[in-house]
């Protein structure tokens, strides 16, 4: 959790900014409040303007239509001329065109193999699929929303009344979501919320029990969301039949079948089937596995300018780390890695890889025409006054989090994670969709960097909070976990914060330590990403 003792005001410095690469011809102010007018960097270069923190400052004198530079890569063009020591912002900025999908470099980059990292080991739970769980949790799936209300009174019952003496099991959840019925249920693009769900059913934090509310008439008809061969078999007690036919059971309570007279009728089913998975679940115990059994997902949120100097750079060192463990490591958000599409084409494994990479773009960038936007509708009013001038700017600093190992896979929207290793998982960059997704490619822990500051959290999966700045991080002690600032006052490195987060994640999927998001209980709702119409 983050230090509850960091002073309340920080310390005063002089003019600091920070420069990202030889031929940037713009870099960031990094100190504290911002400068004014007038201040004088030690290399003599002079304000201009009233600089914010984390906004951009010119090093050059730009003529209109010079290239603005920073991570060496173009991010806009001068609309007017910006003298040395200016304040350069989206305002004075003509965003570059798409990178084309055509002609992308597939697979030419070929890092030096790293030597495995070995001995790291956490304490989870061992699902007899081969999985494991960092957390040991009963979730209620709901094939439709109007049952929310029902499984939500269901679930406080069952918290109160029959929690208690299971002292195992770390929590119960409802996984409730705004699909189910008045959708195109047939339609081609349907099949992303229906597997997604599926999967989330089966999360390795779920121990293999699947256990279903419908409410009877929907269109997402409990056999359709979970077809016999989806549960994966658990013992005896939950096998439909034998042989080598032989499928998991579905539990499932439909609260308009004739046999429930009111509504604690209702509630007294959820709460007899809970208790049956509440018992199993409560046998298990915690072993020792290695490292590489860690299915971790990242992601960034209220984003901004530091975000690609701090914290998103230290995930991309632990990012390496957890691959050389030979855990998987999945990075996401198709509209803040589009811009970059060149730079990760040339790391994939394979030209297989490559081509998934550019088709997930391609139906992207088909799915946003349809809606008449573009990328550029990414980058929120928050980014913005936090320096990021544009969604190019912005998924620079968003694909370090990916660190440099090849990407060895593509994970559909909504599809399970398959191979070990870095996984490029397509999902849109809302928050709250990316985490609901990488919870449905099997996730078990989650790393979510931010900026602006968030109290993001999910109940089905921990989720480690890591500040980009020191200044949030004082304000927002209780829910920050790591202070990746420091790397930018110069108290850390990129490795030293990579080094803690590694380690972080590992007393956290061992239950050793709670996140702040945990302690509080701050869980935001699944939300499924339904391409398909709504009828």
């Known amino acids: 959790m983050a230090d509850s003792s960091l002073p309340s005001s920080p310390p005063v410095r002089p003019p600091h900014r920070i420069h990202m690469h ?9 100190n504290d409040g911002g400068l004014k007018a007038g201040a004088a960097f030690a290399d003599g270069l002079v304000l201009v303007d009233n600089v914010p923190q984390g906004h951009k400052v010119s090093l050059t004198d730009l003529a209109e239509g010079d ?7 173009v991010i806009g063009y001068a609309l007017k001329a910006i003298p040395r020591g200016s304040w350069v912002h989206e305002r004075l900025l003509q965003m570059p065109a798409a990178r084309e999908l055509e002609g992308l470099p597939i697979a030419t980059v070929k890092p030096p193999v790293q030597p495995p990292l070995e001995g790291y080991t956490f304490e989870g739970y061992r699902n007899l699929d081969g999985s494991v769980g960092t957390r040991n949790i009963l979730a209620i799936t709901q094939t439709v929303q109007c049952v929310a209300g029902v499984v939500d009174f269901a679930v406080q019952r069952i918290k109160a009344e ?4 299971y002292p195992n099991v770390d929590d119960v959840v409802g996984l409730s979501h705004s699909y189910g019925c008045g959708v195109a249920i047939d339609a081609p693009d349907a099949i992303i919320p229906i597997r997604t769900l599926r999967n989330i059913s089966l999360n390795p934090n779920f121990g293999g029990e699947v256990m279903v509310i419908s409410l009877g008439c929907e269109k997402l008809q409990p056999e359709r969301l979970l077809p016999p061969g989806s549960i994966p078999l658990v013992d005896e007690r939950n096998v439909a039949d034998i042989g080598e036919t032989a499928n998991a059971k579905l539990d499932v309570v439909c609260l308009q079948d004739d046999a429930h007279v009111g509504f604690m009728s209702m509630i007294d089913s959820i709460m007899r089937q809970a208790e049956e998975h509440l018992e199993r679940l409560n046998a298990r115990r915690r072993e020792t596995v290695p490292a590489s059994e860690l299915v971790v997902g990242v992601q960034c949120g209220g984003s901004d300018a530091f975000s ?25 958000e198709v509209t803040e890695v589009r811009d970059g599409i060149d730079q990760l084409t040339s790391r994939a494994t394979t030209p297989e890889v490559a081509d ?4 997930e773009m391609a139906w992207y960038d088909a799915y946003l025409d349809r809606g008449r936007v573009d990328r550029s509708a990414n980058t929120t009013p928050g980014n913005k006054k936090g320096g990021l001038s544009n969604i190019v700017e912005k998924a620079m600093g968003s694909i370090v989090k990916s660190g440099s190992a090849p990407i060895s896979g593509v994970v559909p929207p909504g599809e399970k994670a398959r191979q070990k290793g870095l996984l490029y998982a397509a999902t849109p960059a809302s928050d709250f969709i990316c985490g609901t997704l990488q919870l449905a490619a099997g996730m078990n822990l989650h790393v979510f960097t931010t900026g602006r500051g968030t109290p993001y959290g999910l109940a089905e999966v921990p989720v480690i909070k890591v500040a980009t700045r020191s200044d949030l991080a004082r304000r927002w002690h209780d829910l920050m976990d790591v202070n990746a600032g420091r790397i930018a006052d110069g108290d850390a490195s990129i490795e030293d ?12 999927a061992s239950g050793r330590k709670k996140t702040w998001a945990e302690q509080w209980k701050l869980h935001n709702a699944l939300v499924l990403f339904n391409p398909a119409p709504v009828t």
């Open 497 to 508: 914060v990579g080094w803690e987060m590694f380690r972080l994640m590992l007393d956290v």
């Open 67 to 73: 290239a603005v530079v920073r991570y060496n890569v």
């Open 308 to 332: 690609g100097v701090t914290a998103n750079p230290a995930v991309g060192f632990c990012t390496d780390l957890l691959v050389r463990a030979g855990a998987t490591v999945m990075f996401s």
């Open 22 to 30: 030889a031929a940037d011809n713009v870099a960031i102010v990094a």
């Open 162 to 165: 029959l929690l208690p003496k």
């Open 356 to 359: 998934a990479m550019i088709r």
